[in-house]
């Protein structure tokens, strides 16, 4: 299309809408603007400067949230997915990567699936592999852990194709930590509802030690780190665990640990309330208090969950099990429970969406979609993933409003 035909187009809808704005009264507008997609709206800006006041202000910006994230608008979740290199075998280099972002939007209502998908090249640094930290309120926590002992963190907008890269930890990466070389870190993603701001969380702890450990929040709303001396339950990472997942939900962030009495192991959930900047501990279910065998954080859907992976008569199985009210420990109940060769083969749960289906990686590389009623499963793509990531997402505004700092691509 001949470039001056679509200004002129532009600019008619432009006008169309700036009259239309001049029309209707103020209260339905902003009901008809709240119901539009980010990238829409962004373009809206430009029709008239009430209108770009109205969208970057920070009340529609929540109350845009609020409206899309409702069950009715469908159970969202995005899908990260990161290719091999093209040699097939994995590599340090970032650039050797063709990474790529898969949203998958369900409507449990409508029975409808729709897709898109896009790529990120973030500014990460030259060595070492990405992983997600975690999703919330529409954007997303991003790590890349260095192989010379520090990450680099980013906090992204999909919907606006924006994100942030976070200034280093404060907590020093060298000395008494980086001597024993058996130091953990537990990162998690979260909001603050009471003072409207995002926050990361990170634990640095020295395996089998009793040492209370040491705690950094970052707030993205002043874009800086700060140290915070509060107790943490003693608990300690298992060995097995290369990665540990979180959780943010009911306003805490949630981590699956352990501790020892004597020579018995117990598995506890570790929270941390992101208001009060404190941390507290919630019990699992009397079958998954000793087990000796994997444990996870499930991301996804709107109840705290957890996988449990074990062998039973020579047989593998995961059980997915959802705290059905928060806080009460009687609630546990198992949801769901396969054979790991069902399927060919499953080699990873990802998720857990809104409306109870399971997002899981087979071992053929596909990644599907479960349905444990009527025990169909979905394709959702077939190539072989060097990482995948599945987590609960709706579209956000936020970063439209923001300038310092925020970068675009």
């Known amino acids: 299309m001949d470039t001056r035909v679509h200004m002129r187009r532009r600019q008619s809808r432009y006008l169309q809408a700036e ?12 009901e008809i603007l709240q119901r539009l ?8 800006r430009a029709v008239c400067k009430t209108w770009n006041s109205l969208i970057t202000n920070p009340s529609f910006i929540s109350d845009h949230l609020n409206r899309t994230a409702q069950p009715r608008n469908g159970n969202n979740f995005l899908l990260l997915q990161i290719d091999r290199p093209s040699s097939g075998q994995p590599s340090t280099h970032t650039n050797d990567y063709q990474e790529f972002y898969s949203f998958y939007s369900y409507n449990q209502l409508a029975n409808s699936f729709s897709s898109d998908r896009f790529s990120f090249t973030p500014r990460f640094r030259l060595y ?15 790590a890349q852990h260095s192989i010379i002992y520090f990450t680099t963190l980013i906090i992204w907008n999909p919907s606006l194709r ?6 280093r930890p404060i907590i020093p990466r060298s000395g008494h930590i980086h001597e024993h070389r058996q130091y953990r870190v537990l990162y998690g993603f979260g909001f603050d509802s009471m003072n409207m701001d995002y926050k990361v969380v ?15 929040v970052y707030s993205l709303a002043s874009a800086s780190w700060r140290s915070i001396s ?5 608990f300690f990472l298992p060995a097995h665990l290369r990665r540990t997942t979180q959780m943010f939900v009911n306003g805490a962030l949630h981590w699956v640990v352990s501790r020892k009495y004597g020579d018995q192991v117990q598995n506890f959930i570790l929270s941390f309330d992101v208001v009060q900047e404190t941390f507290g501990e919630l019990m699992l279910p009397r079958q998954l208090n000793e087990s000796p065998l994997i444990l996870s954080i499930l991301e996804g859907g709107h109840l705290l969950a957890v996988l449990h992976t074990y062998s039973k008569k020579n047989m593998k199985f995961f059980s997915i099990w959802v705290m059905k009210e928060y806080g009460i420990v009687e609630s546990w109940t198992e949801v769901l429970r396969r054979d790991l060769n069902r399927y060919g083969g499953i080699m990873t749960v990802l998720g857990l969406t809104g409306n109870g289906k399971v997002v899981l990686r087979l071992c053929s590389g596909a990644i599907v979609l479960l349905d444990p009623v009527d025990d169909l499963v979905k394709s959702l793509g077939d190539q072989e993933y060097f990482h995948a990531f599945a987590g609960p997402y ?4 936020f970063f439209i409003n923001k300038k310092t700092n925020v970068l675009s691509y």
């Open 128 to 142: 070492g592999y990405s992983t997600v930290v975690g999703t919330c309120n529409g954007l997303v926590c991003f």
């Open 230 to 234: 509060v107790r943490v339950p003693l």
């Open 37 to 44: 997609p980010p990238k829409s709206l962004v373009r809206f």
């Open 202 to 216: 990170r634990l640095v702890t020295l395996n089998n030690e009793r040492d209370n450990p040491q705690v950094e």
């Open 394 to 397: 709706a579209e956000s505004l």
């Open 19 to 30: 009259a239309m704005a001049g029309d209707l009264p103020p209260e339905i507008m902003v």
């Open 162 to 167: 924006k994100y942030v890269n976070l200034r």
